[in-house]
T-cell receptor, first 110, second 113 residues
Framework: EDQVTQSPEALRLQEGESSSLNCSYT??????LFWYRQDPGKGPEFLFT?????EEKEKERLKATLTKKESFLHITAPKPEDSATYLC???????????WGAGTKLIIKP | KAGVTQTPRYLIKTRGQQVTLSCSPI?????VSWYQQTPGQGLQFLFE???????NKGNFPGRFSGRQFSNSRSEMNVSTLELGDSALYLC????????????FGQGTRLTVV
């Protein structure tokens, strides 16, 4: 069964404490992997798209990487405003529909 | 470039009533997807419309329906509302091709009492 799993479910960090969020997938024929950020009560905001293993993308304190089975969202020296739920989703060969993970709730304490 | 617009932002309805939500995608985008989001369930896919045709459908009962107009605007309807339908309903638009990122609206918060 096609599946996307995110871990951990929640992560509490001190401001400045770097860490990584994980998105693992079991899908047949990955076409693209997407990372989003969602603030409470709002729609998800697009962050990155990754297409092939070895690809990396960066934006401010965030860096996304992709392997054949998983993706990592690395956050370097986070600030309280980075607190949000981070979602990943994948597109597979056979379907236009995105498959979503349940998200990681990130809390950065000042 | 205007983003995805969802109306209304908030709704309170009574059990048994029906509701219609609206989504205007980004100009030029032909695909609109609808999602239901609840605290315990995450993003649950409802359906996707592309060029006025339903292209994909999630595992929701027939009380949930949608349509897309020739200008790509989309509506979703929920009939015979149940308490469990209380959720944030999100609409996302894409150009409609594989591997294009989806852009979301702010959502409609539906509360059923």
């Amino acid at each position: 069964e096609d599946q996307v799993t995110q871990s951990p479910e929640a992560l509490r960090l001190q401001e400045g404490e770097s860490s990584s969020l994980n998105c693992s997938y079991t899908v047949s024929g990955l076409r693209g992997l997407f990372w989003y950020r969602q603030d409470p009560g709002k729609g998800p905001e697009f962050l990155f798209t990754l297409y092939s293993a070895g690809e990396e993308k960066e934006k401010e304190r965030l860096k996304a990487t992709l392997t054949k089975k998983e993706s990592f969202l690395h956050i370097t020296a986070p600030k309280p405003e980075d607190s949000a739920t981070y979602l990943c989703a994948v597109h597979m060969d056979s379907n236009y529909q995105l498959i979503w993970g349940a998200g990681t709730k990130l809390i950065i304490k000042p | 470039k205007a983003g995805v617009t969802q109306t209304p932002r908030y709704l309170i309805k009574t059990r048994g009533q029906q509701v219609t939500l609206s989504c205007s995608p980004i100009s030029g985008h032909r695909s609109v997807s609808w999602y239901q989001q609840t605290p315990g369930q995450g993003l649950q896919f409802l359906f996707e419309y592309f060029s006025e045709t339903q292209r994909n459908k999630g595992n929701f009962p027939g009380r949930f329906s949608g349509r897309q107009f020739s200008n790509s605007r989309s509506e979703m309807n929920v009939s015979t509302l149940e308490l469990g339908d209380s959720a944030l309903y999100l609409c996302a638009s894409t150009a409609g091709n594989m591997n294009t990122e989806a852009f979301f609206g702010q959502g409609t918060r539906l509360t059923v009492v």
